[in-house]
């Protein structure tokens, strides 16, 4: 959403409505108006309808809506967005579809809905959120899917199960950073650094990745940059380091996103094990992975389907057999110096078509297109 908004706003007056204070950076753009909405107070009588509305929507699908409105920021946020009449409105996540759909259909304006996954199976793991929130989900989206008039998401299994599913034509964009320049550093051979950015949540596994650097050659350091989202979780990641690999797992300090790319350029493989143990994350294509490749660092994943195809199409790293912790290891521990050299190097030819500029560009060609076409 932030580089949406980047490659937007110098072209259009922009309205933003959403939770918190402005980015720093909009200052900069002085044809962007922040509104922010409050979040809504979670009470009992709130959790409790969103268990009865989802299910009385199996039999009413009207109870659907109530489940989705029943939030107040939800309505505050619709109020915001009729007050400031707009020539088009985008939807970031199905969870504001309703929101930009509402307010689109009151002015006869065009809807643009941007989906950061497969959203009817974001928790696909979980039996008792597919039995009660599956079906409220797909409805959601199947109400305004006809009102779209550009889709776009993150993946093209993603972009082709939307279109079998609810008829969404999506272009797919890559959520890849700027392209930029980037320090460099000679390989030292004998100390090799290995980066997993991202954020400290239990769900990910991120202990295997101390599993595996626990089993390599002592050349390989990991190193993590994690936002503590959960904090009881970092502070057991950093226990369990310590007793798996002491002195071989250093934890540091998180940095703002567009300050991620340089920060991890300083390291020589970006290390990432997602189990596809859901359809979204065996369909991601996870921003770190494009900060790793624009940082000009080789890669390491796990046999996820959509980022092992990508890893191998552009020659930038290796996919480990499976997700085992020895697998992995091994994988490592078989690499050369040249070996690491070279899908650096690939990394860094990956990174010329792989960025920001070529993705947002379509982003920014379909509002040309569409808003010429409204005008006319």
Sequence with gaps: MLRQIKYLAPRYDLTVIGFGEAHPSWHEFPNLTWLPVTPSEERLRSKMGGVIYPLLGRLVSRAYDTWFWRKPHRRQALDLALTHRCDAYHANDWDTLPIAGEAAAQYGVPLIFDAHEYAPLEFGNRWLWRFLYRPAIVATIRKYATRVVVSTTVSQPIADRYAREFGLSMITVLNAPEYQP???????????????????????????????????????????????????????????????????????????????????????????????????????????????????????????????????????????????????????????????????????????????????????????????????
């Design 182 to 376: 980037v320090p460099t550093h000679d390989l030292d051979p004998d100390h090799i650094g290995v980066i997993h950015h991202g954020s400290a949540i239990r769900s990910r596994r991120l202990e295997r990745m101390i599993e595996v650097i626990a089993c390599c050659d002592r050349r390989y350091t990991l190193h993590f940059m994690l936002t503590p989202n959960q904090p009881d979780y970092l502070i057991y990641l950093q226990a369990f380091a310590e007793q798996m690999a002491p002195g071989r797992v250093i934890f540091h300090d998180p940095v703002r996103p567009e300050q991620v790319v340089q920060e991890i350029a300083q390291y020589d493989i970006g290390f990432y094990l997602l189990e596809p143990d859901n359809y979204n994350n065996a369909s991601a294509l996870p921003n770190k992975l494009f900060d790793f490749i624009a940082a000009g660092l080789a890669v390491c994943v796990g046999p996820s389907p959509e980022m092992a195809r990508l890893v191998r199409e552009h020659g930038c790293g290796v996919v480990a057999p499976t997700f085992a912790p020895a697998k992995v290891s091994a994988m490592l521990n078989a690499l050369s110096p040249t070996d690491i050299c070279a899908m650096k190097q690939g990394s860094l030819r990956a990174r010329e078509t792989l960025n920001a500029q070529v993705e947002m560009d379509k982003i920014v060609k379909s509002y040309a297109r569409l808003l010429s076409e409204t005008s006319q």
